[in-house]
């Protein structure tokens, strides 16, 4: 077959022109214009028998981005398997929130932060391409996602500025107090009963360990706020991804009295989806 009726066979069988582009172009290596310039270009037996497979588990809802391996995060590739969380779009924001936090030029002071939950590893390693002087304690409790991240920092050629930590909980993060000055976060905060009403995409294939916050949603955040103040620096950032203004407003009330709330960002749907909390000397 060619390009042209693999794409139209891939067609009737997603009935997603969008997720059958994606397939084509990662298993055939090459772009969207490269596709449409190129109809009549033969696809061999092999990859024609690897798009058909990748049709078939993507019909059964598994995501697409554990179908080809890999996310796209920050204009970026990052590996992804079954058993670690995907990035989503909305988490970009928490990124943007944490890069202004960080100075675009290197100071006296190191400037180390700390991402807790850290999956994949996209926030942290964005922060570290994107402020090439910082450094990072990444901590993760899923050993498949801290695999991943290994090889995430290892395909950036960061190592060097990273620690992966398997945090079997908050206290057994190997830091002095008053270390970092920056903690991001995006933890797991879907409260248990609700997980059973996702997509069936999230719901019966990413690591619940990622999703569920508990019997509120909020049991991370808890967790938080208890040791953020000996974590970091006086006047250093907590910022945080969160599911909506139900929790923000219980976030408000559960911080620590030295942790001063700064501010909210929406999400491309106007919900509120990161939270800034800054310690303050009492």
């Known amino acids: 077959m060619n390009i042209k ?9 997603l009935k997603n022109q ?42 059964t809802k598994e995501p ?9 995060f920050w204009g970026r590739d990052f590996e992804v398997s079954p058993g670690v969380l995907i990035p989503r779009p909305e988490t970009e924001l928490l990124t943007e929130l944490a890069l202004a936090e960080i100075p ?8 180390t932060f700390l991402d807790w939950g850290t999956g994949s590893g996209c926030i942290a390693i964005t922060l570290l391409l994107e402020r090439p002087f910082t450094y990072a304690l990444m901590a993760e409790k899923n050993r498949a996602s801290c695999d991943a991240a290994r090889r995430n920092l290892a395909r950036y050629n960061l190592k060097n500025r990273a620690t992966i930590w398997q945090s079997t909980g908050a206290g057994d993060i190997p830091t002095p107090e008053n270390k970092f000055s920056l903690i991001v976060s995006n933890p797991p905060y879907i409260p248990t009963k609700e997980i059973q009403n996702l997509m069936p995409d999230v719901r019966d294939y990413e690591p619940h360990i990622a ?11 808890r967790t ?15 910022l945080l991804e969160i599911g909506g203004a139900e929790q923000a407003e219980a976030l408000k009330r559960l911080a620590s009295p030295s942790l001063a709330f700064e501010r909210e960002v929406l999400d491309y749907a106007g919900m509120v989806r990161c939270m800034a909390f800054r310690l303050r000397a009492l």
């Open 5 to 13: 009726d693999t794409r139209k066979k891939l067609f009737s069988e």
């Open 18 to 59: 969008q997720e059958a582009d994606i397939i084509l172009c990662r298993l055939l290596s090459c772009d969207l214009a490269f596709l449409l310039a190129h109809p009549e270009r033969e696809v061999t037996r092999e990859d024609e028998e690897k798009i058909l497979n990748a049709a078939e588990r993507r019909k």
């Open 64 to 72: 697409l981005q554990y179908i080809l391996g890999w996310a796209n």
């Open 104 to 111: 675009q030029s290197p100071s006296a002071d190191e400037f």
């Open 211 to 221: 999703l569920d916050g508990g019997d509120d949603g909020l049991e991370c955040y």
């Open 224 to 238: 938080l706020f208890n040791f953020a103040p000996l974590w970091l620096k006086n006047d250093g950032a907590l």
